[in-house]
């Protein structure tokens, strides 16, 4: 892959991982990239590296443009090993390089690396690097999403390089958001956009929001948005903020999500008539067998929809595994402005069902209780009773949607 200028003097110089299928347990069925920018001024700075197994491809794409040995500054915007584990290997060829990093990213990137002899400059919120014709401002984003995140803003060339956010998962021919919708389409990159927010970033809500008005309270102007995954945002940059807003404020579709796993079946149908009812509500739904569904497809879902159902048989007094293990995903991710339910199937002794809301209470989802549990298999009454639970979710789901419309 070529080094691509993407503004004058500033090259994108990373690499496509048109492989990866599982990132730390995320499904990434389109791959993803390895952003990082290459600044060619008086003093070369460097904007993150790579994923190390792809540190000799960044390096060729730097040798493309420079001799890598030239290299003055590296800017470590996040030290999460897809963006640095390439450090030593770059700091190989250029050990007199400056490194600019936040407090506690050098914290952190000392568990990793060996930085005794490494030029190290901890930077905060307004610091500015001049590189030549170029000012590098430093905006720290702590815990967007890790407690050393931060971004820099290119301020002649009005360019933000915002690390993870604004990021998708995709690995493509296109590096920006006009070709990409060429090739392909607004739907598919918006949703790229919304599972990489969905799986990365949705306990950051509150952070996200206060951020971005930060940022446009800075009044700097953005004419482009250079994140570490994926497109660079060049046509559209406004979009994606408007995105991350939304998002952050609540916003999601008036939709239902069935999740659920079976033994023998006796809770795949009660989904059935639990979706009828919803659909005779006037609300879309969606249903989704966890163990044929990946953790971060379901978690798409989840976001995807302002209401989610969640069904489970009882498998000796305890929930079912894959529906805990979604469920420890979800906890971990914090949702908010959802609401839930549960309903399952069991034999002698239930517990799923009381332990689903439990965690859902736990999470403080807004929930419609008690649902709906059934002893072996579910009888016609069952059936019907789905049928209305599945209704009257469904209204409570509209009423809810109505604060956020
Ligand atoms: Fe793409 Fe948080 O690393």
Same mark, same amino acid.
């Given at each position: 892959?070529k080094?691509?200028?993407?503004?004058?003097?500033?090259? &994108?110089?990373?690499?496509?991982? &048109?492989?990866? #299928?599982?990132?730390? !347990?995320?499904?990434t069925?389109?791959?993803? /990239?390895?952003?990082?920018?290459?600044?060619?001024?008086?003093?070369?700075?460097?904007?993150?590296?790579?994923?190390?197994?792809?540190?000799?491809?960044?390096?060729?794409?730097?040798?493309?443009?420079?001799?890598?040995?030239?290299?003055?500054n590296?800017?470590?915007?996040?030290?999460?090993?897809?963006?640095?584990?390439?450090l030593g290997r770059?700091?190989?060829?250029?050990?007199?390089?400056?490194?600019?990093?936040?407090? #506690?990213?050098?914290?952190g990137?000392?568990?990793?690396f060996?930085?005794?002899? $490494?030029?190290?400059?901890?930077?905060?919120?307004g610091?500015?690097?001049?590189?030549?014709?170029?000012?590098?401002?430093?905006?720290?984003? %702590?815990?967007?999403? $890790?407690?050393?995140?931060?971004?820099?803003?290119?301020?002649?060339?009005?360019?933000?390089?915002s690390?993870?956010?604004?990021?998708?998962h995709?690995?493509?021919?296109?590096?920006?958001?006009?070709?990409?919708?060429?090739?392909?389409?607004?739907?598919?990159?918006?949703?790229? @956009?919304?599972d990489?927010?969905?799986?990365?970033?949705?306990?950051?809500? /509150?952070?996200?929001?206060?951020?971005?008005?930060?940022?446009?309270?800075?009044?700097?102007?953005?004419?482009m948005?250079?994140?570490?995954?994926?497109?660079? &945002?060049?046509?559209?940059?406004?979009?994606?903020?408007?995105?991350?807003?939304?998002?952050?404020?609540?916003?999601?579709?008036?939709?239902?999500?069935?999740?659920?796993?079976?033994? +023998?079946?006796?809770?795949?149908?009660?989904?059935? %008539?639990?979706?009828q009812g919803?659909?005779?509500?006037?609300?879309d739904?969606?249903?989704?067998?966890? #163990?044929?569904?990946?953790?971060?497809?379901a978690?798409?879902?989840? &976001?995807?929809?302002?209401? /989610?159902?969640?069904?489970?048989?009882?498998?000796?007094?305890?929930?079912?595994?894959s529906?805990?293990?979604?469920?420890?995903?979800? #906890?971990?991710?914090?949702?908010?402005?959802?609401?839930? !339910?549960?309903?399952?199937?069991?034999? +002698?002794?239930?517990?799923? @069902?009381? $332990?689903?809301? =439990?965690?859902?209470? =736990?999470m403080?989802?807004? /929930?419609?209780? %008690?649902?709906?549990?059934?002893?072996?298999?579910?009888?016609?009454?069952?059936?019907?009773?789905?049928?209305?639970?599945?209704?009257?979710?469904?209204?409570? @789901?509209k009423?809810?949607?109505?604060?956020?419309v």
């Amino acid at each position: 892959m070529k080094s691509i200028e993407i503004k004058p003097g500033i090259y &994108w110089v990373g690499a496509i991982d &048109w492989a990866v #299928r599982d990132f730390h !347990g995320y499904v990434t069925p389109d791959g993803t /990239t390895y952003n990082n920018y290459l600044i060619l001024d008086d003093d070369v700075t460097l904007v993150d590296t790579v994923k190390y197994d792809f540190a000799e491809d960044g390096i060729k794409n730097i040798a493309y443009l420079i001799d890598p040995s030239k290299i003055k500054n590296i800017i470590v915007n996040h030290i999460e090993n897809d963006h640095a584990s390439a450090l030593g290997r770059i700091m190989e060829l250029v050990p007199d390089a400056t490194i600019y990093i936040t407090g #506690r990213g050098k914290k952190g990137i000392e568990r990793f690396f060996d930085i005794s002899r $490494w030029n190290m400059k901890v930077v905060k919120t307004g610091d500015e690097l001049k590189t030549g014709k170029y000012t590098l401002q430093f905006i720290e984003t %702590p815990m967007l999403h $890790w407690p050393d995140s931060m971004m820099t803003y290119v301020k002649e060339a009005k360019l933000l390089i915002s690390q993870d956010a604004f990021g998708q998962h995709l690995a493509t021919a296109a590096r920006f958001d006009d070709e990409f919708i060429e090739y392909a389409s607004h739907a598919e990159l918006e949703d790229a @956009v919304i599972d990489y927010y969905a799986n990365i970033l949705m306990p950051f809500g /509150t952070l996200i929001k206060s951020k971005i008005a930060q940022i446009l309270k800075m009044g700097i102007p953005i004419e482009m948005i250079a994140p570490d995954h994926g497109i660079i &945002w060049r046509g559209n940059p406004e979009r994606v903020i408007q995105m991350y807003q939304e998002m952050a404020e609540g916003k999601t579709k008036l939709r239902v999500s069935i999740i659920y796993d079976t033994m +023998w079946h006796s809770t795949g149908m009660m989904t059935r %008539p639990i979706m009828q009812g919803i659909k005779d509500e006037g609300v879309d739904c969606k249903v989704i067998k966890l #163990r044929a569904t990946p953790m971060s497809v379901a978690i798409k879902d989840f &976001w995807n929809s302002r209401g /989610t159902l969640i069904g489970s048989p009882t498998l000796n007094n305890e929930v079912f595994p894959s529906v805990a293990e979604f469920m420890t995903h979800l #906890r971990g991710l914090r949702p908010k402005d959802r609401i839930a !339910g549960a309903f399952g199937s069991y034999g +002698w002794g239930g517990g799923a @069902v009381k $332990w689903l809301y =439990n965690e859902l209470n =736990n999470m403080k989802l807004e /929930t419609l209780e %008690p649902g709906v549990q059934v002893l072996y298999r579910p009888s016609p009454e069952d059936m019907e009773q789905c049928y209305e639970f599945g209704k009257e979710f469904a209204r409570k @789901v509209k009423e809810y949607h109505e604060n956020y419309v």
